[in-house]
């Protein structure tokens, strides 16, 4: 069945590996999938973070090729430097281990492709800095990093927003409003 490009709120995430959601007990990545079959909202992988999804069971391995991944590609002197001030914020004295790149690759491949990164990596007692931990300071490269409970949240706004739009849309030139308004 074709999109309603209507329907879509030109939201796009990326998902880490942690939130791949094999057994379904994650309610809010259940939402998020949920929206995405609707075509409310698009969530793709890294090539990295599928590539690690797929070591797991093979329920999890089915869930993550499920997703359109992209890849770094990282060809410019700009996405270069990119790259290393992403491996500076997360890893000050240098990325060491394969999971450290790994996690400097996802987080960039999000940023370029301006894609909200949904990860559960970091900010917690036991693991403070992460990839969330640091979220402000890759903000302020321009890259989105959040749970999945704030990119439920985050599709809510935008839902009400366009919800809005469409009301209004209808109520000024008398068009029906489609069947999905304030069902999302």
Same mark, same amino acid.
């Given at each position: 069945?074709?999109? %309603? %490009?209507?329907?879509? !709120?030109?939201?796009?995430?990326?998902?880490?590996? #942690?939130?791949?959601?094999?057994?379904? *007990?994650?309610?809010?990545?259940?939402?998020?999938?949920?929206?995405?079959?609707?075509?409310?909202?698009?969530?793709?992988?890294?090539?990295?973070? @599928?590539?690690?999804?797929?070591? =797991?069971?093979?329920?999890?391995?089915?869930?993550?090729?499920?997703?359109?991944?992209? @890849?770094?590609?990282?060809?410019?002197? $700009? +996405? *270069?430097?990119?790259?290393?001030?992403?491996? =500076?914020?997360?890893? &000050?004295? =240098?990325?060491? !281990?394969?999971? +450290?790149?790994?996690?400097?690759?996802?987080?960039?491949?999000? $940023? *370029?492709?301006?894609?909200?990164? /949904?990860? #559960? %990596? =970091?900010?917690?007692?036991? @693991? &403070? $800095?992460?990839?969330?931990?640091?979220?402000?300071?890759?903000? *302020?490269?321009?890259?989105?990093?959040?749970? %999945?409970?704030?990119? /439920?949240?985050? /599709?809510?706004?935008?839902?009400?927003?366009?919800? +809005?739009?469409?009301?209004?849309?209808?109520?000024?030139?008398?068009?029906?409003? &489609?069947?999905?308004?304030?069902?999302?």
């Amino acid at each position: 069945m074709p999109r %309603d %490009d209507r329907r879509f !709120t030109t939201l796009c995430f990326h998902i880490d590996a #942690n939130r791949i959601n094999a057994a379904a *007990k994650l309610e809010s990545m259940n939402q998020l999938e949920r929206w995405r079959a609707a075509g409310v909202i698009d969530i793709e992988m890294a090539e990295p973070a @599928q590539n690690e999804a797929m070591r =797991g069971s093979s329920a999890r391995a089915e869930k993550a090729m499920n997703y359109i991944y992209a @890849q770094a590609m990282a060809g410019t002197a $700009g +996405e *270069k430097e990119l790259l290393r001030k992403i491996e =500076g914020i997360l890893f &000050p004295n =240098g990325a060491k !281990t394969a999971n +450290e790149l790994r996690d400097v690759e996802i987080v960039f491949i999000a $940023g *370029k492709y301006d894609c909200i990164l /949904v990860t #559960n %990596d =970091g900010a917690s007692r036991s @693991q &403070p $800095g992460g990839i969330l931990g640091n979220r402000e300071k890759l903000a *302020k490269l321009r890259i989105k990093v959040c749970t %999945d409970e704030e990119a /439920v949240a985050v /599709v809510r706004e935008r839902i009400a927003r366009r919800d +809005e739009y469409l009301r209004a849309k209808s109520r000024r030139i008398g068009t029906p409003l &489609p069947a999905w308004v304030g069902c999302d």
